[in-house]
């Protein structure tokens, strides 16, 4: 049985979500266009002023999917959560790792 866990990411899952920003891409059939840094990727959200949050999903210790979301305002409505990208692995797809909470359908 797979060990599947949900958690939030921290600086040190950054490298393993630019794999996977790259990834997904590359299934967009626009690789060039992943210009950010790790270094930037990183400082933008855990430096002193972080602009993005993320949460991994795990699958027996190995990140295979993540969701990142901002926060942004509107005049109107006030703070709004915003979901950047919900990526999960070409391999992984089909699981049920993408939904909410972590939560899977056993059947």
């Known amino acids: 049985m797979e060990n599947i866990q ?5 600086k040190e899952d950054c490298p393993r979500l630019l794999e996977l920003i790259r990834e997904l891409a590359l299934f967009e059939r626009a690789p060039e266009q992943v ?6 990727f990183a400082e933008s959200g855990f430096g002193p002023h972080p ?3 993320a949460f991994v999903t ?7 999917g993540f969701a990142l979301y901002y926060i942004r305002y509107s005049t109107w409505k006030g703070q709004r959560m915003y ?3 919900l ?8 699981r049920g790792l993408g939904k909410c ?3 899977r359908d056993t059947g």
């Open 83 to 85: 979901l950047e990208d």
């Open 58 to 64: 795990t699958v027996d210790g190995n990140i295979e």
């Open 6 to 10: 949900v958690r939030r990411a921290i």
């Open 35 to 40: 210009i950010v840094t790790l270094e930037h």
């Open 101 to 103: 909470c972590g939560c």
């Open 51 to 53: 602009v993005w949050w």
């Open 87 to 94: 990526i999960v692995t070409e391999e992984m797809r089909g």
